[in-house]
């Protein structure tokens, strides 16, 4: 009988388990039973108690009956003597007892045996014991010829990963995973076609057959992180945290984080702090960075930067920096930027550029664009560009146009558009538009617009307002039309303040007979600063009746150099016999334009000027 059976695991972990509890009066009873048998001769009882005073540490007992075991041919005995011998430091001779007892079919002592071969190098003779001890079940055996079959970059490795964490070895269980995993990043959509993919739900027992490799990692990360692994705890956290799950995402981070994981740490603290619990996030973050985690130390840099503590908030960028996280040295930059160093700022972009950080080289760009050195800024843009980076495609096609390349900063903002950039996306919008191609210039303004660009908003609405047949009046006392998709994208661009966007959805509130509405966005345009705004507020409150608040906002638009507006104050005036008034303002009207608007108040100066001198 295999009493060390599982004892193998003493040649990973180097050291004796102890028995749970020496001084039980059951357990003595029963040794002191093992000890008389073994005194009369029996083997078994040789081999148990062997075994017994093995694991308690006494090797000078042990020994001697363990050698009397396996002269008797117990394989369990030599098996023992193998661990015991190895515990001594005598491999050779340990290993010459484990080939023994594993050639009469002990898969612990095969196990062991194939260890002390991959140890000296020998993997032919390391993977033939492996194989012989995992194919008879047993667990450690099926772990180690999996690490070594990886090792290889043997395919046939996640077999035997998955032989052992179906037997609940909790590490096997986490590189199954952490394959998987892989796997499933190999296997995900492209960024198009995860754009209108359904959200993958989570599958039930009778889905089984159908489970993504992403759902059976989940599911070892699960079962390893259940037994303590810490790691497997930080992935299974990432994975909820991704789904939405935060609170139980938080469970797993915390029981990882106690564990001594750093990243779980670090991780914790984002997800406090993004449920609005700075204090508690800076607390995990300040054990992860003292356990060496360079991202806590970036975001407690951040924490204190934001606080104005900016001498604090550098000591842990630098920590981060010193922790090999180059992003230490990009916020270092930042920081550097913000109280005007630009010297300073220059030396660590330049060190968090070059060591391949891509924002940092847009950044440095960036920099040296506004200190004047367009030719030195061009190839940071380039290098931070090609490395995904979508500012610094946005700021190329920036730079080509300010050169007059438009050919060519049309392909930069193209590039960045098709990573999501919104004010790309407007400008090849634009670009299009004046080109002619409404179809493309549509799709692209409808992106720009989506990603929340006012601009881009209002040009989507004259693009499909244009296109629209010409509304009819209202007829009295029919209910009002329904607002079209044009003017519900000058709201949008109103909302966001867009003043002209505001005054034309005025005005097609104003053709739906809506004047309340009409009304309400005149103003807001002619209060941000709209002269177009502030003339039709003018005609809405003239029409209605409030002609001196009217004149108010006439006043303001013609001072804003509104030519309309001054010739109605001119013609205001002249009504009301104010003829000095109104011949000041014609003559401002002559003044402002448009040509019609000059020629009127030409007419109309010319004859206050008669009535005047009458």
């Not at 909820?240 to 001594?260: I, T």
């Amino acid at each position: 009988m295999d009493v060390m059976g599982d004892k193998a695991t003493l040649l990973e972990t180097g050291r004796f388990v102890q028995p749970a509890d020496r001084e039980d009066p059951g357990a003595a009873a029963e040794e002191m039973r093992h000890r008389l048998a073994a005194e009369a001769g029996d083997v078994d009882a040789m081999s148990v108690l062997g075994s017994l005073l093995l694991r308690r540490g006494d090797l000078d007992g042990a020994e001697s009956l363990l050698r009397a075991a396996t002269a008797e041919g117990d394989r369990a005995a030599a098996n023992n003597l193998g661990v015991l011998l190895h515990q001594r430091g005598y491999a050779d001779e340990a290993a010459g007892w484990w080939r023994v007892a594993a050639v009469a079919g002990s898969a612990a002592a095969a196990h062991a045996l194939g260890r002390h071969h991959r140890e000296r190098g020998d993997e032919p003779a390391a993977e033939y014991w492996l194989r012989q001890s995992a194919e008879q079940g047993h667990t450690l055996g099926a772990y180690a010829l999996a690490d070594l079959l990886e090792h290889r970059g043997d395919v046939g490795a996640e077999r035997w990963l998955r032989a052992a964490a179906e037997r609940g070895h909790r590490e096997a269980a986490y590189r199954l995973a952490r394959a998987l995993d892989r796997r499933a990043g190999a296997e995900r959509p492209d960024r198009a076609e995860r754009a209108t993919a359904a959200p993958r739900r989570r599958p039930d027992r009778a889905d089984d057959a159908a489970r993504t490799p992403a759902d059976e990692a989940e599911q070892w990360y699960r079962q390893a992180a259940a037994r303590g692994h810490r790691r497997a705890a930080l992935h299974l956290g990432a994975i909820l945290e991704r789904r939405g799950e935060l609170k139980e995402a938080g469970r797993w981070y915390l029981n990882s984080a106690k564990d001594g994981e750093a990243r779980a740490a670090c991780a914790l603290g984002f997800l406090l702090r993004d449920a609005g619990d700075e204090e508690s996030a800076a607390v995990w973050w300040l054990k992860a960075a003292q356990d060496g985690d360079g991202n806590a130390a970036n975001a407690l840099g951040a924490l204190h930067a934001e606080r104005g503590e900016t001498q604090t908030a550098e000591r842990w960028y630098r920590a981060a920096m010193d922790a090999g996280d180059v992003n230490g040295a990009y916020n270092l930059g930042l920081l550097c930027a913000e109280q005007g160093r630009t010297a300073h700022a220059d030396q660590w972009y330049r060190r968090a550029a070059y060591a391949g950080h891509r924002e940092a080289a847009n950044a440095l760009a960036v920099l040296l664009l506004q200190g004047g050195d367009a030719a030195g800024a061009e190839p940071w843009f380039s290098k931070a560009a090609e490395a995904g980076s979508v500012d610094a495609a946005f700021n190329l096609g920036i730079l080509y146009a300010s050169r007059g390349d438009e050919a060519a900063a049309l392909r930069w903002y193209e590039r960045a558009a098709a990573d999501g950039h919104t004010d790309a996306a407007l400008q090849v919008g634009t670009a299009r538009l004046r080109e002619g191609d409404e179809q493309e210039a549509e799709r692209h303004l409808r992106c720009a617009a989506g990603g929340g660009s006012a601009e881009a908003a209002y040009r989507l609405g004259t693009l499909l307002d244009a296109r629209r047949p010409p509304a009819e009046a209202p007829v009295l006392g029919e209910p009002a039309a329904e607002k079209t998709e044009c003017e519900e994208w000058y709201e949008r661009a109103a909302e966001m303040g867009h003043r002209r966007a505001q005054v034309r959805v005025g005005m097609l509130a104003s053709a739906r007979g809506d004047v309340v509405e009409a009304a309400r966005w005149y103003r807001k345009a002619a209060e941000a600063g709209s002269r177009n705004g502030a003339f039709n507020l003018g005609l809405l409150l003239a029409r209605e009746g409030s002609e001196p608040e009217a004149a108010l906002w006439w006043t303001r638009a013609a001072d804003a150099g509104h030519g309309r507006a001054a010739l109605r104050l001119a013609l205001l005036y002249a009504r009301r016999g104010q003829l000095a008034q109104g011949q000041r303002w014609a003559s401002r009207a002559v003044d402002l334009g448009p040509a019609e608007v000059a020629e009127r108040a030409g007419r109309l100066r010319e004859a206050l000027r008669q009535e005047l001198t009458a």
